[in-house]
């Protein structure tokens, strides 16, 4: 009865834990995107995008390959989570007998079910990520779009469309640790949640320098600067004959 209590108590508290720092990040991203990575990282995707459609017959091969290159982290991922959730299936289906009823109910039976439905949620998020990624490297090489503005958001759009679907697989995988550790009990379950929401918070959290390498006002700040110490330094600038002019008065002397 106690390693029930515990079950009951910590588990959905894990939970808890787990999801309102997700909700508190998703508010962050819509209304402050400037404090998280993921904000950061969707302006850069979103300059990036109108700096390659600036001349796309260029920067075609280097465009497209970056893409190939999320495409492959895509496919890694979506492999994994689904062979994973063949082998959770195939261990549970082995424990079956002919007395076990048509839906399995039970502890055991409950955390293989969540660490599998982890595991498929990551596999969909990682399958629809490499359709807007297909979608976008064929988009960003047409030459017929590169001064239309409107056509070149909806491609950054749909590349950080992408993203987010890659970015939410990937969280269902720190899911399933929390899940796979509560196999073991309710204590690593919600030990798991509270310290995977603690080291997502330091990585979806921006610190100053951060800001400073997304932002392209900096860029902006830093070649004003230059303009202005440029501007600064003295317009005198010697002719090569007022050198030869006085070299010759130094010799002649």
């Known amino acids: 009865m106690e390693k029930e209590q515990f079950e009951f108590v910590l588990v959905p508290l894990g939970l808890l834990v787990f999801f309102i720092y997700h909700i508190w990040l998703v508010y962050h991203i819509v209304h402050n995107p400037v404090r998280t990575v993921i904000g950061l990282n969707a302006e850069s995707r ?3 995008v109108l700096a390659m459609m600036s001349d796309p017959m260029k920067n075609g ?4 390959q970056t893409i190939r290159n999320n495409i492959m982290a895509s496919t ?5 989570a689904i062979t994973l959730s ?3 299936g195939i261990f549970a289906s082995s424990s079956w007998s002919d007395d076990t009823p048509l839906i399995p109910y039970g502890r055991t039976s409950i955390k293989h079910i969540s660490v599998t439905i982890c595991f498929l949620i990551a596999f969909l998020c990682n399958v629809q990520s490499i359709r807007y990624y297909c979608h976008v490297s064929f988009l960003i090489t047409a030459p017929t779009i590169r001064d239309k503005r409107e056509y070149m958001e909806y491609i950054s759009v749909t590349l950080n469309r992408g993203n987010h679907a890659w970015s939410i697989g990937l969280r269902a995988f720190y899911l399933s640790f929390a899940f796979f550790l509560w196999i073991y009990g309710p204590i ?3 030990t798991c949640c509270c310290l995977t929401s603690l ?6 959290t921006t610190a100053k320098i951060t800001r400073n390498l997304h932002s392209s006002n900096s860029f902006r700040k830093e070649r004003g600067t230059r303009d202005v110490e440029s501007a600064l330094e003295p317009d005198y600038h010697p002719l090569p004959g007022n050198n030869l002019c006085q070299n010759s008065d130094v010799n002649h002397v």
């Open 46 to 48: 979103h300059q990036w």
């Open 61 to 64: 091969v280097l465009a497209v």
């Open 76 to 80: 890694l991922l979506s492999t994994t």
């Open 86 to 88: 063949s082998l959770i």
């Open 188 to 190: 690593p379950m919600f």
């Open 199 to 204: 080291v997502l918070f330091f990585l979806d």
